[in-house]
């Protein structure tokens, strides 16, 4: 099998808001790929602030990957992905 290949993301903003509040933390997601290669079932692993979370699944919901093959054919298969929000320090 070879597994889903990125080719295209967008990156969480980082809004003012919240880093004058100075959140920092971290967003764990994971998403089923479809044959497509777009983004279907989207779930929190871990989460260290809801609001980091909506930043990180806005941006997730719009990466689009190579599918994963088996045998050639493009199947369904899971990719996790880690969101990091730090402060300039």
Do not use: H, N
């Amino acid at each position: 099998m070879d597994p889903p290949v990125l080719i295209s993301r967008r990156e969480a903003t980082y809004p003012d808001e919240v880093r004058r509040q100075r959140i920092e933390g971290s967003v764990v997601v994971q998403g089923t790929v479809s044959t497509e290669g777009v983004l279907g079932e989207i779930k929190v692993l871990e989460s260290s602030d809801s609001r980091l979370t909506d930043l990180a699944l806005d941006a997730f919901r719009v990466w689009r990957y190579k599918p994963a093959l088996c045998a050639g054919e493009p199947i369904e298969a899971y990719v996790t992905a880690t969101f990091s929000f730090k402060l300039d320090r």
